[in-house]
Every structure is written in structure tokens, then in C-alpha cells.
């Protein structure tokens, strides 16, 4: 049961990270930097207080994957908060859980596995959904750029997905360590670049602590306690929190609810990427 509400508490504290977003007056690149390197010093104080010893010859036989991965982390960052502020959080968080089906789609070209049926019909339902929140069924396309910014995001971090599928001896708190840091430090010289004249309020100075101490170190670590304990079914499962909390948080705080064609469409992609991870009456072994 510990297990089960870390794990639910992990996805609840990623689901409000929209709403801290749209409230820090700071360009994305800035945000998405800070909360790299903060999240990397969380996670590599708790390993050092818990006497933990990074494995470094783990970490020296994939530090180029695991710098280029970080990379694609932090890049995913600034096009998903970039997405918030273009077509609001429901419709930017529903595009980015795009992210399982392009892996799938990906899959029998990067890991030699065979698509099943069921998961061509949910590629194709996710596609259907969309066209409907994009706008184009209403005779137009007002949150394309939105849409084109959250499904880049999906795309980057099923990127990352995908190459961590080939560093299966790097331990999960090293890994997320340095991917972290390097999501910070490379996406920090962009940042700079394009952030220009920068003036921060002790607001936006606190919710960037928080979005780096919590929702970034803090809900890392509790969802790695949790998943060494979970099958992958449940994991599945509760990972679909992140989205509701999103979704349901924004609707109430900012009345972002999705209406008519987004309703629709976010039920259809919600609902393929759920079914084409679930393999109902199997067990999954967790990853």
C-alpha cells in the first residue's frame, strides 16, 4: 500500500506542474533549465545523506547516451510549457500523452518489435483525437501551434523512452541524475539566448524552487521507490493520475475544461494510449 500512494502522490505532484508553469513569469528555457540542475542537486544530496555510491563505471559506458538523452529532456520541457501557454493545459497534456503511441509506433523500427492489432487501432484512435483537438473539424485551426508544440514535446520524450531502453545497467538514481543535470546545462545557453531582458518576483522565484525541489527531486524520488515494488500493469495504471490531475486541476483554476471536439478528442487519446499499454488478463513485469 506504501508503495501504491507513493506512486499515486508522484503522479498527483507531476499533474500540477502545468499550473506552476502558467503562474511563473519567466520564459520557458529558464524554467525548463532551472528545474534540470535543481532536480539533479535533490536527487544527488539524497544519495549522498543515504551513503549511496554512484556506479561509475555504469555511468562511463553510456555518458554520451545519457547526455543526449538529457538534452532531449530538457528541450521536451520547453516545448510542453511552451504548449500550456499556447493552447492551455488540457489540450497540451493530452498531446504530450502522445508520447507512448509514438514509442509504439517506433517500436518495430528502434526495438524490433512486431505491432500487435489492438495497438494499430489505438495509433489510429490517438491520431483521430488529434485532428479533433487541433481544431481543423471546426473550420479552423486556432491551437495547432499549441498542438504542434505539445506532440514535438511527446516526440522528444519518447526519444528519451526509447534510450533508456538501451541503458538498462545505469541505476535508476544515476541516470535520472545526470540526465537531469545534463536537461539543465544544455538547454541553458539556449535560455540565456533567447530569454532577453529577465526580471523575476519573489513569486515566480518561489514557484521555481518548488517546481524544481518538488515536482522535479521530491516526485522522481518517490516514483522511484515506488516502481521497484509495483508490477508494470499498476505502474500503467496509476501513471494515468498525472493527466486527470492535470486536466481536472486546470479546468477548476484557470476554466480550462475541454469543450465539444477537445472533450472528444481528449477522451480518444486518453483512451488509446491507456488501452494500447494495458494488456488486460496478463501479467506485465515491471521495468
Known amino acids: 500500500m506504501k508503495d501504491k500512494l507513493s506512486m499515486i502522490l508522484s503522479m498527483a505532484i507531476f499533474g500540477t506542474i502545468g499550473i506552476f508553469v502558467e503562474l511563473i513569469a519567466l520564459p520557458s528555457g529558464l524554467i525548463a533549465s532551472f528545474r534540470g540542475i535543481v532536480g539533479a542537486v535533490v536527487i544527488l544530496l539524497v544519495m549522498l545523506i543515504s551513503g549511496r555510491k554512484p556506479d561509475f563505471s555504469a555511468i562511463k559506458s553510456k555518458w554520451w547516451l545519457l547526455v543526449l538523452s538529457g538534452g532531449a529532456i530538457g528541450f521536451n520541457w520547453i516545448l510542453l510549457f511552451e504548449a500550456y501557454r499556447h493552447t492551455g493545459i488540457p489540450v497540451a497534456t493530452v498531446c504530450y500523452y502522445m508520447a507512448p503511441l509514438f514509442v509504439t509506433a517506433l517500436s518495430p523500427m528502434v526495438l524490433k518489435e512486431k505491432l500487435s492489432p489492438k495497438q494499430i487501432v489505438c495509433i489510429f484512435i490517438a491520431l483521430l483525437g488529434i485532428v ?91 516514483y522511484f521507490e515506488a516502481v521497484k515494488n509495483l508490477k508494470g500493469q499498476v505502474v500503467a495504471i496509476l501513471s494515468y493520475i498525472d493527466p486527470a490531475a492535470a486536466i481536472i486541476l486546470s479546468s477548476v483554476i484557470f476554466m480550462q475544461m475541454p469543450k465539444g471536439y477537445e472533450l472528444i478528442g481528449t477522451v480518444l487519446i486518453m483512451c488509446a494510449a491507456f488501452f494500447s499499454e494495458i494488456n488486460f488478463g496478463k501479467k506485465r513485469v515491471a521495468q
Open 132 to 222: 479533433a483537438v487541433s481544431g481543423v473539424l471546426q473550420g479552423g485551426a486556432t491551437k495547432l501551434t499549441g498542438v504542434a508544440l505539445g506532440l514535438g514535446a511527446a516526440a522528444l520524450y519518447a526519444s528519451v523512452i526509447l534510450m533508456n531502453k538501451f541503458m538498462g545497467n545505469v541505476p535508476a538514481y544515476e541516470k535520472t541524475a545526470i540526465q537531469l543535470g545534463s536537461a539543465g546545462l544544455v538547454v541553458l545557453p539556449y535560455a540565456i539566448l533567447t530569454g532577453g531582458e529577465v526580471t523575476i518576483n519573489l513569486k515566480s522565484f518561489l514557484l521555481l524552487v518548488v517546481v524544481g525541489v518538488v515536482h522535479t527531486g521530491f516526485a522522481y524520488l518517490l
